[in-house]
Every structure is written in structure tokens, then in C-alpha cells.
């Protein structure tokens, strides 16, 4: 996500020509475009962090419902 919000925050820049981004390439920017989609596309997957974050969702919920299922019988 911080990736995603640097890629905001330099279009934004360069776009409204602030301070030295004026003089900014659009060639830095769409190259880190293509380094954050290659990131979300593959390498993520690769490193399974996508399974990890919904496995962590999950345990959440599941100790959740475990908790609230006990807490109803006391």
C-alpha cells in the first residue's frame, strides 16, 4: 500500500509541477508503475503473502467465534 500511495503522491507532484518534481521524468513514475504491478501480480504471490494475510483473517475470526461461543456459557 505505501507503494501504491508513492506512486499517488508523485503523479500528484509532477502533475502540478511542484518544487523540483516539475523537472520529474514520467519515465521514473511509470517504471515504478510496472515495478508495483510485477509486485501484486507475482512476487507476492511467489512469497505467498496473499495466502498469509487471509490465513491471519481467518484465525481472527475463528478465535473470535471461539471466544464469543464461550463467553456465552459462563
Do not use: C, Q
Amino acid at each position: 500500500m505505501p507503494l501504491i500511495l508513492l506512486i499517488v503522491l508523485l503523479v500528484g507532484l509532477r502533475f502540478f509541477e511542484v518544487w523540483r518534481f516539475a523537472e520529474l521524468s514520467w519515465w521514473y513514475i511509470v517504471a515504478l508503475m510496472v515495478f508495483a504491478f510485477v509486485w501484486f501480480e507475482f512476487i507476492e504471490k511467489m512469497l505467498g503473502l496473499d495466502k498469509k494475510k487471509a490465513h491471519n483473517e481467518n484465525e481472527k475470526l475463528r478465535r473470535d467465534r471461539v471466544k464469543k461461543t464461550f463467553d456465552k456459557r459462563k
